[in-house]
């Protein structure tokens, strides 16, 4: 019994510091996110900012956060008209037309290609 002691002491003692040393960073340090790839318009960061940041920038609901382009790398993968239909019909968690019922097409595309950071061919 003392053997176990004797090892698990300077094992648990060495996890502590690896754990502290992966921190990397000063906790009252700003978390920064990286510049987007995308750039939005000041009229589509009008319509994010009125109808996704709620959900998008959380990911509440289970929606993607913007800016994870490996979350959105699925849907993209869809295509262009199942991302329109399912962004006006609503899918899982989203209400329908995304909460803006005004948007176009091309304002919804322009929407998900900056949350996405990807492009989305256009017709």
């Not at 921190?23 to 996704?52: D, F, H, M, Q, W």
Request: aromatic fraction near 6%.
């Amino acid at each position: 019994m003392t053997k176990t002691y004797t090892v698990a002491w300077p094992l648990w003692g060495a996890l502590c510091l690896l754990l502290a040393a992966c921190e990397g960073r000063n906790a009252s340090e700003p978390v920064t996110t990286p510049e987007p790839r995308i750039k939005a318009s000041e009229a589509t960061l009008t319509l994010y900012n009125r109808s996704c940041i709620s959900c998008h920038a959380s990911g509440a609901a289970g929606a993607p956060r913007t800016g994870d382009a490996a979350a959105w790398a699925a849907r993209i993968d869809q295509g262009r008209e199942m991302l329109l239909k399912r962004t006006k019909s609503g899918w899982i968690g989203m209400p329908p037309m995304g909460m803006c019922t005004d948007c176009s097409d091309e304002q919804f595309i322009d929407l998900i290609e900056y949350m996405a950071q990807t492009p989305i061919s256009k017709p």
